[in-house]
């Protein structure tokens, strides 16, 4: 499986502000390139704190792109994924509609109640690790399921949890022209953080978008 994590965030480096209250960090531009990996994608992930927080669809919001999507023989939208270990996705959330097939990556301190309200509203749950979730034997679970390519989009935990277990092929990073500052501020990596052993990565492209630049990474 290909791993690509996608994120934007402020020059100082924050996903939002302390308050974990989005902040438009970028503009049109970029947002029409979101929609280009999530094209591209066979499923989008997230963490479950990116679901509380702002309920997102992660589908692909162009017409165009899901029409070649269909015509190529693939869903319109990519499946979307919660990283979600004790299985906290309200039943009501908006990425359990019918536009695409979600999965939930859940632990097995999962309360069983609300695995099944989960199921109930139409989520997959595929069940890896004990307390948290392990993210090698989940990804390779999604794999069996036809994944090939998944899209990462936070947040901070989750793309920390990612670098930790080795997952991640590329980054792709907007960098906005703002400082959010604060911190307890998210930023593109938390969790426990590196002290040794960095994921080392290597710049491939440098590109001027909106009021801001992307840079893309090869992780090696």
Do not use: C, W
């Not at 939002?16 to 591209?40: K, N, P």
């Not at 190529?72 to 908006?94: F, H, I, M």
């Not at 989750?158 to 400082?179: M, N, P, T």
């Amino acid at each position: 499986m290909e791993v690509v994590v996608n994120a934007a965030t402020s020059v100082d480096g924050k996903l939002s502000t302390h308050e974990r209250r989005q902040v438009r960090i970028s503009g049109d531009a970029d947002f029409d390139r979101v929609d280009r990996l999530r094209a591209s994608a066979d499923a989008v992930l997230v963490g479950v704190g990116t679901v509380l927080a702002d309920d997102p669809h992660l589908g692909v919001k162009s017409e165009d792109r899901r029409v070649e999507r269909l015509r190529s023989g693939r869903p319109a939208n990519p499946a979307r994924v919660v990283a979600d270990s004790r299985a906290r996705t309200p039943p009501d959330a908006t990425l359990l509609n019918d536009d695409a097939e979600t999965y939930l990556l859940v632990s097995g301190a999962a309360p069983t109640d609300r695995l099944a309200a989960l199921r109930d509203a139409g989520a997959t749950v595929i069940e890896a690790g004990d307390a948290r979730v392990d993210l090698p034997a989940a990804l390779g679970a999604l794999e069996t399921e036809g994944v090939g390519r998944l899209l990462a989009e936070g947040g901070g935990e989750l793309i920390y949890s990612l670098f930790a277990a080795d997952l991640v092929d590329e980054l792709s990073v907007f960098v906005g022209s703002l400082v959010v500052g604060g911190r307890d501020a998210p930023t593109l990596a938390d969790g426990e953080g590196f002290v040794e052993s960095f994921p080392t990565l290597d710049l491939r492209t440098v590109d001027r978008l909106d009021d801001g630049v992307v840079l893309t990474y090869e992780v090696g």
